[in-house]
């Protein structure tokens, strides 16, 4: 079993829409909370950056952990075709033994339709 | 603009032969690393540095070899007892090496060994 899981989708909303992202995670040790957005063949870029548990706000953008569920979510409002993109989550202890090593997942595909 | 380069953004190479993809930083980050996507597949880290002349192994290190010389660059070599070279390669570089100091992705070399 993977310590972060993410359903690759595609997910396909329309324009508009509210859309919900989600990873899970194994390991209790997460403290650290990212998610990134890839456009095709482009490097990842962050969107949001949280830690520990609870609700950060960021324009259209909405980050959510709950570490009691090991559960974190990105919420996007009033989706837009620009937003289509593959989105990954990604997390980190506080102790890494060194060096910034994120866990990440695996990415869901977003389509936003016209 | 600051930024981090990644070149070429393809590459094609034969079996048996190593090819070495090149990183470079202008953010005066600290920090290095190197990724590997595959379709799949969570971005899995091959090495990283936190600083000049230093380096570290990450999870997927056999089969590579990388070096930091100066500050700004930090090339991959691929090895050609690297079993499955085939991939999508990022480099990201952060200001420090700690778990809170967020990557920032170059937009990747695309290797492809035949």
């Known amino acids: 079993q993977k310590e972060v899981e993410q359903d690759p989708g595609p997910l396909s909303v329309p324009e508009g829409a509210i859309v919900s992202l989600n990873c899970t995670y194994s390991?209790?040790?997460?403290?650290?909370f990212m998610w990134y957005r890839q456009y095709s063949r482009k490097g990842p870029e962050l969107l949001m950056y949280t830690y520990s548990s609870g609700n950060k706000e960021d324009g259209r953008f909405t980050a959510q952990v709950d570490k009691s569920s090991k559960y974190i979510s990105l919420f996007i409002r009033d989706s837009q075709p620009s937003d289509s993109a593959t989105y990954l989550c990604a997390m980190s202890p506080i102790l890494t033994g060194g060096g910034n090593k994120l866990t990440f997942g695996t990415g869901t595909q977003l389509k936003v339709e016209l | 603009d600051g930024g981090i380069t990644q070149s070429p953004k393809y590459l094609f190479r034969k079996e048996g032969q190593n090819v070495t993809l090149s990183c470079e930083q202008n953010?005066?980050?600290?920090?290095m690393y190197w990724y590997r996507q595959d379709p799949g597949q969570g971005l899995r880290l091959i090495y990283y540095s936190q600083i000049v002349n230093d380096f570290q192994k990450g999870d997927i290190a056999e089969g590579y070899s990388v070096s930091r010389e100066k500050k700004e660059s930090f090339p991959l070599t691929v090895t050609s007892a690297q079993k499955n070279p085939t991939a999508f390669y990022l480099c990201?570089?952060?200001?420090?090496?700690?778990?809170?100091?967020?990557?920032?992705f170059g937009n990747g070399t695309r290797l492809t060994v035949t």
């Open positions: 953010l005066n980050h600290d920090a």
């Open positions: 390991n209790s040790a997460f403290q650290y």
């Open positions: 990201a570089s952060s200001i420090g090496g700690a778990v809170d100091s967020p990557l920032h």
